[in-house]
């Protein structure tokens, strides 16, 4: 039982594969029940309050309401893996295409946005707690506190409006809305990752400190390495490592900032499709949409934790003792 | 048995304490914004509903932020939206908080299976952003005030349960909780009495973080069309009202966004607040000076080395932590080449400090002088090729698991000081690393190398350490209680490693240690400090004969002997 | 003195993990602990000692065998296990830092004990005092909390606080290991008292060979989850069976056997 040979990989893997696999279908679940949790008759809701009787057993008809729900269910699922979600109730649109055509407008603002806030955070964060170690530079240790704080308090939305107001508006730089070219993928992407920079790079600077302060750093202090050599080799995976584990959920989450952020520059992504789809009870599109941010979600998450994996090997023998 | 830990009582007790300035403006700014959610309305409510046909007018004396399309005055708008926004946004924290905290507490009173299970289930949840599952209530409930704000709170909930899980898991493993229940308090008893009261602090922190995210998401939820719906409005409603006319009226903007920004802030700065007051480093800040973990001439004459072939010579060493406390006080000793000399001490005894400060490794937030300090036949009052100390001293640490960089394979680790100062290669440094692990006696050498810390034993970590210092044949080696962790039965085969090392490369050893019946059994010559001060220089002769004058060390010497004789 | 067991351990087995981390942590310990006496327990990390205690506690799932305290029925037979009655047994845990409630007086943390449901500290306040003072605190400890103490001072009120139940059986896990060698004297010499004023009926838990003979008339040695010899602890200190408890022996600094010659 001690010699573990093998590599654990293949079943870190497979527990990965497994969770990734029971959280998609917790969505098809959820995603399924809309409908049928809608208080009331689902298909006057959707038909209206106004329709006629007729209108309304059309209405169910069309939508399969009317068949017993486990038959729904079955259909539903068969359609998530063929790929068909059904079609618009308001437009026909086949919902796979409205997918289709809406997710790489989304997928552009939230990669981009992601890849900013880790890029920016780490490092603005490491500098700030190398800075600041041992009570050095306390003035930078406040302004900093201070300006994230501030920053942090500002939802994208409002910060989407105000980089509209300053750079469209006022400036004329950079388009305020829609989509006319590499330059408006710019604002949005800035909108959306402005609060979680801030929100990491708190965390880097959190963590940053503590790895500063442990036994091991001073160990390799004691072999007399060079600084930017204890940093970047000595500190960095440690950190790597905390941060991730601290803000996979803020990076998962910036995918439910983008729905917000697109209404702003009214972009032509999944968030604005969502939106509109919920407030026309066009249900085949809510769950389709939904559907599909989870599971960039979920698939993102998973990436985080194999990336971790890859960082500190720890967490590969840990794996099914954490919650 | 701590070792570098300054002498601040790690409690977590009640105390008094001053508030901290980011807690006071953040309260003071949150006290501010609930009066305006009770007064606004009867006061400004009339100018903000009435439509009126001064619509789309530019900020003035009598309209601050201007009118919007019907006339209403935008300021007024924005301070009574303040209520609709605080009620709805207290009720989703609520209602994530209430749920979350007995969800993610209970489950520590029940059966292990049930616990993993819904930790589980929530760990499912979690990984959905809570804007998606919040958009996935709206679609079953329609859009409106309370159906998001049922929404958000719901949607709360999963991040609630793991957080308040995570920090609820090291108060429940803490022996007053297991005591407790073994006094027979009953579950619930022990949850209300120990667990919530001390986790209280972090708790607040983060009721009041989620105050500020829910406040955005429900506003954000109004923004886009689903929350708030005509007639009421909160901020996300007004913003997006001024949205559609931000060409021709971008100042309509501006109200909504403050306020949203200001409510926002003043959780932040309350949750901030009220983290740094807990915390006892930013507590103790406000009386710190200036930079530490510096090492300089104490300005007093030096002596020579009474031995200029001392492997250690110093005089007068001390060290002060940042408060201006002295922790040594004027230590003086010599260690001659191949020589073993133990520094023994109780907690608090200032021998770590004391071993650091010869390492050139004075912590932070502590401050070392010496009259003269001779290590290897380096001046380390003066500048020290870093080189050079890096081969010549070597230390092995108290915590064998700490003190190697978990993310880093050993051979890595090891070789470091060869590669970097001694300009071996990759390959040369990894072989000569193996030979030196096999003459340690560490089975399988080459696997080692490979092998990240956490796959070692502690004694074999240590005996690592102890076989990189024969690397690079070092002069000294400093050995910083780096046996107290380890099981007897190991302990004995790493002291007989130090020992090894130092006869077969005529190191010298600074031997630290807490055990008396370690120091006699490997030292030539012994050192007792106490309260920072050398109270007594013994041969191991002495000590083994009892013949010691200080009154410490006797009573030292007769509690060893009831704790740690055999016989 | 009657000669009665009041702890039996009989071929105890217990499994802690699952999967890949699955741990066989005791493998068929008998034990036996009799009214009045004292039992050491003495092995390193990893060997199976402290399970023990929380198998007698009741806080472990055990895989077979049976466990008795204080007679009657077994709190623990194969995959069941209850707490015993709080009178029954009780434990002075480790680490003297975590085992007081920093937010709670030590005269809250005792109250508690003599009224788990209830712990008002003005109606024990007498009983409460005696304790205090019977473990060598004065009476004004009682409004102090935690961090006000020493870990030293710590360790006696939990002391206080394990005793104030009167329990028939104390279990002690280790209690001296975490103290400056100044202060574990002490507490040994006060625990040493208590037993014989109380006639306290002790299984003493360590990796310390030596504070054993103060506190004990009994040692059991285990090594890997099993029991490998069972003794007075004169016999054992001075005769030892088994290789293993002799290297232990030989391991301690300044034994007759130690040395640091050799491989």
């Known amino acids: 039982m001690k010699l573990q040979i093998s590599s654990p990989w293949p079943r870190f893997l497979l527990v990965k594969a497994l969770e990734w696999t029971s959280a998609v279908v917790a969505l098809v679940v959820l995603t399924f029940a809309v409908v049928q949790l809608v208080p009331g008759d689902p298909a006057r809701v959707i038909a209206g309050q106004d329709a006629s009787p007729a209108v309304v057993e059309a209405t169910r008809a069309q ?61 603005l964060g490491f500098t ?116 991730l584990t601290l803000s996979g959920l803020i990076l998962a989450g910036m995918l439910g900032g983008a729905i917000i952020v697109e209404r702003v520059f009214a972009w032509p992504g999944l968030g604005n499709a969502v939106i509109e789809a919920i407030l026309n009870r066009d249900y085949a599109v809510t769950r389709g949409v939904i559907l599909t941010i989870g599971v960039m979600a979920v698939s993102v998450h998973t990436l985080i934790d194999i990336g971790l994996a890859l960082i500190d090997s720890r967490t590969l023998d840990a794996e099914g003792a954490s919650a | 048995m701590s070792s570098l830990a300054l002498p601040v009582e790690a409690s977590d007790g009640p105390r008094r304490r001053r508030l901290h300035p980011i807690l006071v403006t953040g309260i003071l700014l949150m006290a501010l914004l609930t009066a305006l959610a009770v007064l606004a309305p009867p006061l400004f409510g009339h100018a903000a509903t009435t439509l009126t046909s001064d619509s789309r007018l530019a900020p003035s004396a009598q309209h601050l932020l201007g009118t919007d399309e019907f006339g209403r005055d935008l300021f007024a708008r924005a301070l009574v939206a303040t209520r609709l926004t605080l009620v709805l946004t207290a009720t989703a924290t609520a209602l994530s908080v209430v749920i979350g905290v007995s969800v993610g507490t209970t489950i520590w009173m029940a059966p292990e299976r049930v616990r993993r299970a819904v930790l589980g289930v929530n760990a499912v949840a979690v990984a959905f952003p809570s804007l998606v599952l919040a958009l996935v209530i709206a679609a ?98 007004l913003l997006s009202d001024g949205l559609v006319s931000i060409y021709t009226q971008p100042s309509q903007v501006v109200g909504p966004s403050v306020m949203l920004v200001l409510t926002g802030l003043a959780a932040m700065l309350i949750g901030d607040g009220l983290a740094a007051s807990s915390n006892p480093r930013t507590r103790s800040r406000t009386r710190s000076s200036g930079p530490t973990g510096r090492l300089r001439p104490s300005g007093r004459p030096a002596v020579p080395p009474a031995d200029p072939e001392a492997t250690v010579s110093v005089r007068g060493l001390r060290v002060h932590s940042a408060a201006g406390v002295e922790l040594v006080k004027g230590v003086s000793f010599d260690v001659a080449p191949g020589e073993v000399l133990g520094i023994v001490g109780e907690s608090g005894s200032g021998k770590s400090l004391t071993a650091m ?94 092998q990240h810390p956490h796959e070692l034993s502690g004694g074999m970590l240590q005996r690592a350490m102890i076989a990189s210092s024969l690397l690079t044949e070092a002069r000294l080696l400093i050995a910083d209680e780096a ?43 012994v050192l007792v400090l106490y309260r920072g001060e050398a109270v007594e220089e013994l041969s191991a002769d002495a000590l083994e004969q009892g013949r010691v004058s200080h009154r410490y060390t006797r009573r030292l010497l007769e509690a060893a002997e009831y704790v740690e004789a055999i016989r | ?133 019977r473990v060598g605190l004065p009476a004004g400890s009682i409004e102090k909390y935690p961090h006000e103490f020493s870990g030293g001072q710590r360790q006696r009120i939990a002391i206080a606080r ?28 006060l625990l040493a008292e208590l037993r014989v004023d109380l006639g306290l009926t002790m299984l003493f838990i360590s990796h310390n060979l030596a504070v054993v003979k103060h506190v004990c008339d009994r040692v059991a040695v285990i090594y890997h989850g099993s029991l490998v010899e069972t003794g007075d602890v004169e016999d054992v200190f001075t005769r030892p069976r088994e290789q293993y408890t002799q290297r232990l022996l030989d391991s301690v600094p300044g034994a007759p056997g130690f040395t640091l010659e050799g491989d």
């Open chain 2, 357 to 450: 400060s010869l390492a050139g490794l004075v912590p932070e937030s502590t401050d070392a002088t010496a009259d003269a300090l001779w290590v290897a036949g380096h001046d380390l009052l003066a500048p020290v090729p870093p080189a050079a100390l890096a081969r010549d001293v070597a230390l092995v640490y108290q915590d064998p698991v700490s003190s190697f960089n978990p993310a880093l394979r050993l051979g890595t680790q090891l070789t470091e000081v060869a590669r970097t100062h001694l300009g071996m290669s990759r390959g040369a440094a990894r072989r000569a690393l193996v030979d030196r692990l096999r003459r340690l006696k560490i089975t399988e050498p080459e696997r080692r190398t490979h």
């Open chain 3, 162 to 189: 394990a005793l104030c139940v009167r329990p028939r059986v104390i279990v002690a896990d280790e209690i001296t290991s975490a103290l400056d060698v100044s202060v574990q004297a002490e507490i040994l010499e």
């Open chain 1, 63 to 123: 939508l399969g309401l009317d068949r017993p729900m486990l038959e729904q269910f079955r259909d539903y699922v068969l359609g998530v893996l063929r790929g068909d979600l059904g079609e618009s109730f308001r437009t026909g649109d086949a919902v796979s295409h409205v997918i289709a055509v809406r997710l790489p407008y989304t997928a552009t603002i939230a990669l981009a946005a992601m890849a900013l806030t880790l890029v920016i955070s780490l490092t």
């Open chain 2, 140 to 237: 079953v409930l329609g859009a409106g005030a309370w159906p998001a704000t049922l929404a958000i709170g719901i949607a709360g909930c999963p991040a609630f349960v793991r957080l308040s899980a995570n920090m609820a898991a090291p108060i429940v493993t803490r022996d007053y909780v297991s005591t407790a229940r073994r006094l027979g308090v009953p579950g619930p008893l022990v949850i209300l009495r120990h667990v919530l009261p001390n986790m209280a602090e972090p708790m607040l922190v983060l009721v009041a973080s989620c105050f500020a995210v829910t406040m955005m998401e429900l506003s954000g939820l109004s923004f886009v069309g689903l929350g708030v719906q005509e007639p009421d409005f909160d901020f996300g409603k």
């Open chain 2, 483 to 525: 046996t107290s962790a380890l099981d007897v039965t190991v302990q004995v085969e790493v002291l007989r490693r130090v020992v090894a090392v130092s006869r077969s490369v005529g190191a010298s050893v600074l031997f630290i240690s807490h055990d008396l019946g370690v120091v006699r059994a490997m030292c030539d010559r």
């Open chain 1, 128 to 243: 700030v707690a190398g800075l600041t170690r041992g009570n050095r530079n306390r003035w930078l240790d406040s302004a900093f506190s201070w300006a994230t704080a501030g920053l942090q308090a500002l939802p994208h939305y409002v910060v989407g409006t105000l980089l509209v107001v300053l750079f469209a508006v006022t400036l004329g730089l950079l388009p305020a809305a829609g989509t006319t070219g590499p330059r408006s993928y710019i604002l949005p992407s800035v909108a959306l990752s402005l609060g979680p920079i801030c929100a990491v790079s708190r965390v880097v600077r959190r963590e940053a400190s503590a790895v500063l302060e442990q036994d091991y750093m001073r160990t390799a202090r004691g072999w007399r390495i060079g600084v930017v050599k204890q940093y970047a080799k000595y500190a960095m995976p440690n950190l790597l490592a905390s941060t």
């Open chain 3, 1 to 133: 003195m009657s000669a009665r067991a009041l702890v039996e351990v009989e071929d105890l087995e217990v499994v802690l993990g699952t999967g890949t981390h699955r741990t066989h942590a005791l493998r068929g310990v008998s034990l036996t602990v009799q009214e009045g006496t004292s039992v050491g327990l003495v092995g390193e990390s990893g060997s199976g000692k402290s399970t023990l205690a929380k198998a007698l506690c009741g806080e472990v799932p055990v895989a077979g065998g049976t466990i008795w305290v204080g007679g009657g029925e077994p709190v623990a037979g194969p995959h069941r296990h209850t707490r015993p009655q709080p009178t029954m047994l009780q434990m002075i845990p480790q680490d003297p830092y975590s085992s007081l409630d920093p937010r709670h007086t030590a005269g809250q943390a005792i109250a508690e004990a003599l009224d788990p449901r209830r712990p008002r500290v003005r109606r024990h306040r007498d009983t409460i005092v005696e304790w205090l003072e």
